[in-house]
Antibody
Framework: QVQLVQSGAEVKKPGASVTISCRTS????????MHWVRQAPGQGLEWMGI????????SIAQQFQGRVAMTRDAATSTFYMELTSLKSDDTAIFYC?????????????????WGQGTLVTVSS | DIQMTQSPSILSASVGDRVTITCRAS??????LAWYQQKPGQAPKLLVY???ILESGVSSRFSGSGSRTEFTLTISSLQSDDFATYYC?????????FGQGTKLEIK
């Protein structure tokens, strides 16, 4: 079955960076785009961007441009999301979420499988 | 950017009730609209996409409808497992935004 397993919770100081991993299994890695979604505590969901599993090109939502990098390692079927210059309002749960489309290279931009989430706490 | 607004924000209902959640887009998204269910401490779960297509494995008690700017998610005959927060999301154009959520509570 499809599984997305994320790395564990992180505590960071303001100004630091964090990298979250999303290890995938149960499907062909190169056939499905991956997205990242942020959820602040008790708040709604916010799309951060999408990464192409083949080649690794990414499209980042404008509000995160310059602070977010998305990469992947096809050898280990793992995606990564780095968020830099952390601020207290970056405290949130971050999810990796698989694009629904199985018609690569077409992406659908909605999500049929999710990681369990990674809590990032930014505090001095 | 397209803004998504859900109503109500909180909905109180009883087991067996039929409930409807509304999602409005600030401009047309055609039928590029998905619905998710999220329970506390869990990731969201896809329920409906393309406004009315039920995701595989999702109970037929859930149904979606609508187009352009107005959409609904209906749950017929609520079960205890349905009490959760529901989000709509458009995927018409970037950024692919979500509604603020509707919390479905037990009355």
């Amino acid at each position: 079955q499809v599984q997305l397993v994320q790395s564990g919770a992180e505590v960071k100081k303001p100004g630091a960076s964090v990298t979250i991993s999303c290890r995938t299994s149960g499907y062909t890695f190169t056939n499905f785009y991956m997205h990242w979604v942020r959820q602040a505590p008790g708040q709604g969901l916010e799309w951060m961007g999408i990464i192409n599993p083949s080649g690794g090109s990414a499209s980042i939502a404008q509000q995160f441009q310059g602070r977010v990098a998305m990469t992947r390692d096809a050898a280990t079927s793992t995606f990564y999301m780095e968020l830099t210059s952390l601020k207290s309002d970056d405290t949130a749960i971050f999810y990796c979420a698989r694009d629904k489309s199985d018609n690569y290279p077409q992406a659908h931009y909605f999500f049929d499988a999710w990681g369990q989430g990674t809590l990032v706490t930014v505090s001095s | 950017d397209i803004q998504m607004t859900q109503s109500p924000s909180i909905l109180s209902a009883s087991v067996g009730d039929r409930v409807t959640i509304t999602c409005r887009a600030s401009k047309s998204v055609s039928t590029w609209l998905a619905w998710y269910q999220q329970k506390p401490g869990q990731a969201p779960k896809l329920l409906v996409y393309q406004a009315s297509i039920l995701e595989s494995g999702v109970s037929s008690r859930f149904s979606g409808s609508g187009s352009r700017t107005e959409f609904t998610l209906t749950i017929s005959s609520l079960q205890s497992d349905d009490f959760a927060t529901y989000y709509c999301q458009h995927y018409n154009s970037s950024p692919y935004s979500f509604g603020q959520g509707t919390k479905l509570e037990i009355k």
